[in-house]
C-alpha cells in the first residue's frame, strides 16, 4: 500500500492526539484562518498522493466491489476502509458511536475540521449498482491527499465510514449520536452517468407496510377468508388514481416482499416496502396522511387489518453549499471533467440520500460524478458493471484530487494562484 510522505508505518499520527469529543456547536458558518497559507505547491503534493496511491484505491474498489454487503451488514467493508486509513497513519474508531460497522478516523489536530463520507453498502441482489465501493475509495483518496498538507494548512482531517446509506439512514443515526456537528465542511462525490454538480436530492421516508387478513382454503371455504393479497391490490390502485393529483416533486413507489405462498390458500398476511420522496421533510409531512389513506383503504375494503412501521428516520432534502460547489466544479473541469445541466441533472436530483441530513447541520457538497455508464442507470445491474473498470478507475482519480483541491480551496489565504 503506499503510504503518506512523511507519515509513520506504526498505524499511528505520530505527535497527533486522537479526538476525545466529535460534539461541537454546529453551523454553517465559514471560517477562514489567515495564519495557514494554501499555496498551489500544497495541491500539488496532495495530486501526486492521490496518484502514488492510485493502483491500492483502486484495489480498496474492487474488492468492495466482489463482496458486496447491504445495509448494516457492511462488517467486511468497514475492516477493509478502516484499516487502509489505519495503515496510513490515520487514527481510528471502529465500532463507532455504537454502530458495528461505522468508523471515524483523523488525521491532524488544526483548527479546521474537514469531514470525507466513506459509503460502502450495496443493494440487495445487485450489488454496488449504485457505486457505494467507488465513494469509499475517493473519499480514502481525498483523506489522504488532504492529510499530507493538514499541518501546514491548518487542517484536522475526518473520514466517516457511514453504513447503511441504502434505506437504512446510517448517517442520521451518526448525526444525532454527535457525528459531524461541528464540521467545517462535509464532502462525498457519488457515481452517476454524467457529471452533475447540482445534487438536490429529494426527501424520503421509508415504511414497511404490512396486510393481514384471515387465511382460508381458497376453493372450499373462500368465504371464511380474508384477503390480504387483495388489501395490496386495493393500496396499489388508490395510489395509482392519487399519481394524478400529485407534484412533480414527488415520487411514490414501493415493492411486496410477502405476497403468500400457495395459489390455493387465500393470503393472511401480506408484506411490502415503500418509498415516498417529496421536494422537503415539510413536503412529505404533508403528504403522507395522503398516501396512508390508500393503504387504509386496501383494508377496509378488503375486511384486513393494516400496519405501518418506518424502517427509518426520514432523509432531509439536500442543502448544497454554493461555494464550496462552485470550488468543486472548477476543480473537476480543471481535472478535464464537463457538467450535465440537462435531464440527466434533473432526474439525479429526484434521488434521494441521508447525506441531506448532514447538509442541514454543516456546509456539505454532494456532486454525481461521472462513470460513462449510458445508457446504464442507478440502481441497474448494468451499472453494477461499469463501477469497476477504466472510467470508474478515473472517478476515483479525479473525485479524490477534487474533493482534496475543494477543501485547500476554501480554507486558509491563496497565494500562488
Known sequence: MTRLPGLPRSGRCGNHKPRTTLCGPAGPTWRRHTEFRVTNDHKIRAKSVVEAAFPSLVALSEKLHANPETAWNEHQAVAWVSGYLAEDGFEVTTPFLGLDTAFHAHYGDGPVRVGLCAEYDALPSLGHACGHNLIAAMSVGAALALASVADEAGLTVEVFGTPAEEGGGGKIEMLERGAFHGLDLAMMAHPAPVDVAEARPFAVSH??????????????????????????????????????????????????????????????????????????????????????????????????????????????????????????????????????????????????????????????????????????????????????????????????????????????????R
Open 207 to 416: 415504511s414497511e407496510i404490512t396486510f393481514t387478513g384471515k387465511a382460508a382454503h381458497a376453493a372450499a371455504y373462500p368465504e371464511q377468508g380474508r384477503n390480504a393479497a387483495d388489501a395490496f391490490t386495493i393500496a396499489q390502485v388508490a395510489l395509482g388514481l392519487l399519481r394524478q393529483q400529485l407534484p412533480e416533486t414527488v415520487r411514490v413507489h414501493g415493492v411486496m416482499t410477502d405476497g403468500g405462498e400457495a395459489p390455493n390458500a387465500i393470503p393472511e398476511r401480506t408484506r411490502g416496502r415503500w418509498y415516498i420522496r417529496a421536494g422537503s421533510l415539510a413536503e412529505l409531512a404533508d403528504l403522507e396522511p395522503r398516501i396512508w389513506r390508500c393503504f387504509e383503504a386496501g383494508a377496509l375494503a378488503s375486511g384486513c387489518e393494516v400496519s405501518v412501521r418506518p424502517e427509518s428516520k426520514p432523509y432531509a432534502e439536500f442543502r448544497t453549499d454554493e461555494r464550496a460547489l462552485a470550488a468543486y466544479r472548477r476543480n473537476a473541469e480543471a481535472l478535464g471533467r464537463s457538467f450535465d445541466s440537462g435531464e440527466q441533472a434533473g432526474r439525479m436530483n429526484r434521488a434521494s440520500t441521508d447525506m441531506g441530513n448532514v447538509s442541514q447541520v454543516v456546509p456539505t457538497i454532494h456532486p454525481y460524478i461521472g462513470i460513462g455508464s449510458l445508457p446504464a442507470l442507478n440502481h441497474q445491474r448494468e451499472f453494477a458493471d461499469h463501477c469497476v473498470g477504466r472510467q470508474a478507475e478515473r472517478a476515483i482519480h479525479d473525485g479524490a484530487i477534487a474533493l482534496a483541491w475543494t477543501a485547500l480551496d476554501l480554507f486558509g489565504e491563496r497565494s500562488g
